[in-house]
C-alpha cells in the first residue's frame, strides 16, 4: 500500500523493541501489530546500543546525520549501517524501512523525527528498566546486610 493512502492517528508510537524473538509484524498469539506500533529504524539502531552492538553516541550521531541527508546520500550510508547491525541479535522491519525510504523526499522531517522520537524512546525505557533492576538488587543487598548486622549485634550482646 503507498506511504501516502495510509491513515493513521500518531506516527510516533513505535516502541517495541526488535530483536530475533520479536521480529514478526504480529503481536504473540498472532494479532497483527498496527502498522505505526512496528518499530522503525530508530528503534531498532537502539535495541542495537541496548545490546551492545553499536556505541551510544555512534548510533544517535548517525541518526542525526541521517535525519539532516537527502535520499541519495541516505541510500548511500545505509547498507553500512544496516550491515552494522541486522543479524546481530537485531533485525530491522523492513517493510517499515522500505516505506519510509519511498517517503522520505516528501516527508522527510516527520520520518527524520519519528526516527528520532523513536531511538530515544527505546533507549529511555531500557536505562530505566536497567536503574529499576538496579535499585531492585541494592534493595535486596541492603535488606541482607540489614538482617546480616542485626544478626552481628545479637551474637556480640550474647558474648
Known amino acids: 500500500m503507498p506511504h501516502s493512502d495510509r491513515t493513521h492517528t500518531d506516527d510516533t508510537t513505535p516502541t517495541t523493541s526488535v530483536t530475533q524473538e520479536s521480529a514478526s509484524p504480529s503481536e504473540p498469539g498472532g494479532t497483527p501489530q498496527s502498522w505505526w506500533q512496528r518499530p522503525n529504524l530508530g528503534a531498532s539502531l537502539a535495541e542495537a546500543v541496548n545490546l551492545g552492538t553499536l556505541a551510544a553516541g555512534s548510533a544517535e550521531s548517525e541518526l542525526h546525520l541521517l535525519a539532516r541527508i537527502g535520499s541519495e546520500s541516505l541510500h548511500s550510508r545505509l547498507p553500512v549501517l544496516v550491515g552494522q547491525i541486522n543479524g546481530r541479535g537485531v533485525v530491522l522491519d523492513w517493510a517499515v524501512l522500505l516505506d519510509d525510504l519511498a517517503g522520505w523526499d516528501y ?50 550482646e550474647n558474648q
Open 107 to 156: 516527508s522527510q522531517d516527520r520520518i527524520a523525527t519519528r526516527w528520532l522520537e523513536s531511538y530515544f524512546r527505546v533507549r529511555d525505557a531500557a536505562e530505566r528498566a536497567a536503574e529499576r533492576r538496579h535499585s531492585d538488587v541494592s534493595a535486596a543487598d541492603g535488606r541482607t546486610n540489614d538482617s546480616n548486622n542485626s544478626n552481628d549485634a545479637t551474637s556480640e
